[in-house]
């Protein structure tokens, strides 16, 4: 995997996105969206402050105005340096001077805005000092599908962050694992993540033996033993954009109950891709991979949703879950991660990132999905 840089997003590709975005918001009946440093102003902004710290900065958008970017003045020069700056109004304030009186100024005193998830309370609440008539919703839950369509860039860079995490279970199923601690080789899977392009690890999961059976066992100091199976779960970010894969691999020799265990979750994962196609409902993703655990007597033990987006984030919407009826879109990137987990024994997760396409679903993960036994 050499991976030549992606074309870079343009101050255009930004303005696209803040146009669509206001125009979303005004559609929810929402005076404008407020976006805290974070994902969202990275998607929209191209702009990561270099330190996120309590002085304020906050993209204001709204339909049929400029945007407008609030920068504490000695950020000022970082925050026109992002690709998007072209795109929007810099409003810079010095210490001293208080940035919710610069931004209510920006503002409809009596509107109702989308705020960015991450949002700091200590900013919310002086911009709700300042201007009591206004009222705040989660961004998220207004516009849940604002970041879940991706285009050909954002494919590009997804297709490329989940060639790199195969890559990284290309190598590491060759490694030992009987005797080594989990924590070893999840540092053995954040390292390839690195060597494969990735400027972010977000979690390297390796859960062995009983502990598998915890879907959110990180890694630990459980040596690893022949007979265990072993849950890997591992992704971050590559050129700005997430991977997230799961393999489970035994070491040695499996028991017939160990594989025909993980026949049937790798059976759900499939049943689950299988799925995917533009109209069908989030909650068919779900409920096509669960009836296979289910029909197979062990639907109390797959005990999460199938999967959710990933984009700039390893995790947002849309949600693979029962009672999710948005439909999918191509262009739409989430995870079908099917798994059994059987307490105090072991557990099985399988895991690619699809994107639906204009007929069906594309995997952007491609490693072996049988059983790997490892050394
Ligand atoms: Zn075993
Ligand atoms: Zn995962
Ligand atoms: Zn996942």
């Known amino acids: 995997m050499t991976g030549t840089a992606p074309v870079p997003f343009t101050a255009d590709d930004y ?75 810099l409003r810079d304030w010095t210490d001293g001077k208080d940035p919710y009186a610069l931004t209510a100024a920006l503002l409809d005193a009596q509107g109702r805005f989308g705020v960015s998830d991450n949002a700091w309370a200590l900013h919310l609440l002086g911009l709700q000092t300042t201007l009591p008539g206004t009222s705040y919703v989660s961004l998220t839950e207004a516009l849940p599908m604002l970041r879940a369509v991706k285009d050909a860039a954002e494919l590009e860079r997804l297709a490329a962050a989940g060639a790199a995490a195969d890559a990284a279970f290309e190598e590491i199923r060759n490694v030992r694992f009987s005797g080594r601690r989990e924590s070893e080789v999840a540092a053995d899977l954040a390292a390839l993540l690195r060597r494969f392009g990735h400027s972010q690890v977000d979690f390297t999961i390796v859960a062995s033996g009983p502990n598998g059976a915890n879907p959110h066992h990180e890694a630990g100091d459980r040596r690893i033993e022949r007979g265990d199976m072993v849950v890997l779960d591992f992704g971050g970010l590559r050129d700005g954009y997430g991977s997230d894969t799961s393999r489970t691999v035994h070491v040695g020799e499996p ?4 594989r025909r265990v993980h026949d049937l979750v790798r059976e759900a994962q499939e049943a689950g891709f299988r799925a995917v196609r533009p109209g069908a409902a989030c909650q068919d993703v779900d409920r096509a991979a669960r009836a296979v655990i289910a029909d197979a007597g062990y639907g109390e033990y797959f005990i999460h949703r199938t999967g959710h987006g990933i984009g700039v984030t390893t995790h947002e919407p849309p949600y693979m879950i029962e009672g999710e009826e948005q439909p999918l879109v191509p262009g739409m990137c989430f995870s079908v991660e099917p798994g059994v987990y059987l307490p105090g024994r072991f ?28 050394d």
């Open 15 to 89: 303005k696209a996105r803040m146009d669509r975005a206001a125009r979303q918001a005004a559609d929810a009946g929402l005076a404008g969206l407020l976006v805290a440093p974070g994902p969202d102003l990275v998607w929209l902004t191209g702009y990561a402050p270099p330190a996120v710290t309590e002085r304020l900065t906050l993209l204001v958008l709204a339909a049929g105005r400029e945007p407008v970017l609030v920068v504490p003045t000695l950020e000022a020069p970082d925050a026109e340096k992002a690709t998007g700056a072209p795109a929007l109004a």
């Open 255 to 258: 028991t017939e109950e160990e």
């Open 347 to 374: 557990g099985v997760r399988i895991e690619d990132i699809v994107t639906v396409t204009e007929d069906g679903g594309r995997r952007l993960n491609d490693t072996e999905r049988g059983m790997v036994t490892v």
